[in-house]
Antibody
Framework: EVQLVESGGGLVQPGGSLRLSCAAS????????MSWVRQAPGKGLEWVAN????????YYVDSVKGRFTISRDNAKNSLYLQMNSLRAEDTAVYYC????????????WGQGTLVTVSS | DIQMTQSPSSLSASVGDRVTITCRAS??????LGWYQQKPGKAPKRLIY???SLQSGVPSRFSGSGSGTEFTLTISSLQPEDFATYYC?????????FGQGTKLEIK
């Protein structure tokens, strides 16, 4: 069974940093692109970043470029999102998701982890 | 960036109704589109991929169609568990973009 479990969310002050983790199991992690998607409270879904199987390609939404870094450790079956210079508008539930080969978009999602940026 | 315009933003319908939700892309995206269902407090669930392919395990009352710039999600006969928010997502080019969502409510 495919499982994605996010962790690392919490309350952080504006300008602070946080590192999210996503532990993957039930599939060959190193064979899939992976995504981070977020959802601000009461708002819609926003794609944040993608990373290729070997980490050689990374893509970001403009609003996080230069502040967020997606990475992965295939030996640990883990995906990460390093978030620096956090702003109030980064407050959201962050979901880790597996990108399906055939469909090209996320098929399995984690339960999400809440990041709150506030003083 | 490709803009995905989803309509309607909300919809009231009854059990048994047929409903259609539309997403329009600001430029052609072939069939690089998926549809997702999200219930409150839960992660999204993929219903349709490649614009018209039904995700395994998803009831056949859900269907998708379209290519290029116009796409539709149809639920042929609403069931009580279908009341949720629906999103389209294009992955044709970066940044990937979601539609604004359609909240489907019970009439």
């Amino acid at each position: 069974e495919v499982q994605l479990v996010e962790s690392g969310g919490g309350l952080v002050q504006p300008g602070g940093s946080l590192r999210l983790s996503c532990a993957a199991s039930g599939f060959t992690f190193s064979s899939y692109w992976m995504s981070w998607v977020r959802q601000a409270p009461g708002k819609g879904l926003e794609w944040v970043a993608n990373i290729k199987q070997d980490g050689s390609e990374k893509y970001y939404v403009d609003s996080v470029k230069g502040r967020f870094t997606i990475s992965r450790d295939n030996a640990k079956n883990s995906l990460y999102l390093q978030m620096n210079s956090l702003r109030a508008e980064d407050t959201a539930v962050y979901y880790c998701a597996r990108v399906d080969w055939v469909g090209g978009n996320p098929d399995y999602w984690g339960q999400g982890t809440l990041v709150t940026v506030s003083s | 960036d490709i803009q995905m315009t989803q309509s309607p933003s909300s919809l009231s319908a009854s059990v048994g109704d047929r409903v259609t939700i539309t997403c329009r892309a600001s430029q052609g995206i072939r069939n690089d589109l998926g549809w997702y269902q999200q219930k409150p407090g839960k992660a999204p669930k993929r219903l349709i991929y490649a614009a018209s392919s039904l995700q395994s395990g998803v009831p056949s009352r859900f269907s998708g169609s379209g290519s290029g710039t116009e796409f539709t999600l149809t639920i042929s006969s609403l069931q009580p568990e279908d009341f949720a928010t629906y999103y389209c997502l294009q992955h044709n080019s970066y940044p990937q973009t979601f539609g604004q969502g359609t909240k489907l409510e019970i009439k």
